[in-house]
Nanobody
């Protein structure tokens, strides 16, 4: 069982930065993948970035490559999403998610069984 709670959202101007945090609790974190998804108003939830908790390759949606960075602090059991050069189209509720480690495609939302409640990010122009 894994519990996730996001924080760090807010209102930021175009070009600004935010760092989202996800507190992760539960057993056997070394055996999970973690990811960030987002959902804008009237749109489907979409993949943003992901990684295995034990480290290794990180993956990103094309829309955020070069601007967003996913990382984690194993000792603090915290997942991060550093977001730079924010644009209005980044406005969404951001969710962290987890699943048992898998070789499957990380961007497939249905493979994640654990979700946080989400945090709102609003980018004003």
């Amino acid at each position: 069982q894994v519990q996730l709670v996001e924080s760090g959202g807010g209102l930021v101007q175009v070009g600004g930065s935010l760092r989202l945090t996800c507190a992760v609790s539960g057993n056997s974190l070394s055996s999970i993948d973690v990811a960030w998804f987002r959902q804008a108003p009237e749109k489907e939830r979409e993949y943003v970035a992901g990684m295995a908790w034990i480290g290794g390759v990180t993956t990103y949606a094309d829309s955020v490559k070069g601007r967003f960075t996913i990382s984690r602090d194993n000792g603090k059991r915290t997942l991060f999403l550093q977001m730079n050069s924010l644009m209005p189209e980044d406005t969404a509720v951001y969710y962290c998610a987890a699943r048992p480690r898998s070789v499957g495609v990380r961007s497939t939302m249905g493979t994640y069984g654990y979700w946080g409640p989400g945090t709102q990010v609003t980018v004003s122009s």
